[in-house]
């Protein structure tokens, strides 16, 4: 059984940072890819960014480019998400999911575990 807890979510202002983790239970934890995704009410799961197994290959939504920052630390069993200069518009839950697939997936059926959320709220 594979468990995912997310937290560092809060409410911060336009223009802030936060950095999310994603601590997992899984064993080995460096056989998973990792991604994030985030959930606004009455809208589709959407990707983030994803991380490979031992963290040398990242990937991202176009919408975070820049701005956001996937890292993993395998001696904690932990991903981080490192959201720079957020926007209103990117206020929702923040999710961690296990990738099950050997490429990168960005689609959520290509996850497997996911974990609970997080809600990120930004105000303007």
């Known amino acids: 059984q594979v468990q995912l807890a997310e937290s560092g979510g809060g409410l911060v202002h336009t223009g802030a940072s936060l950095r999310l983790s994603c601590a997992a239970s899984a064993r080995p934890f460096t056989a998973y890819a990792i991604a994030w995704f985030r959930q606004t009410p009455g809208k589709e799961r959407e990707f983030v960014a994803a991380?490979?197994?031992?963290?040398?290959?990242?990937y991202y939504a176009d919408s975070v480019k820049g701005r956001f920052t996937i890292s993993r630390d395998n001696a904690k069993n932990t991903v981080y998400l490192q959201m720079n200069t957020l926007k209103p518009e990117e206020t929702a839950v923040y999710y961690c999911a296990r990738r099950k697939v050997n490429y990168e997936a960005t689609n959520e059926g290509d996850f497997d575990y996911w974990g609970q959320g997080t809600q990120v709220i930004v105000s303007s």
């Open positions: 991380i490979s197994s031992n963290g040398g290959v990242t």
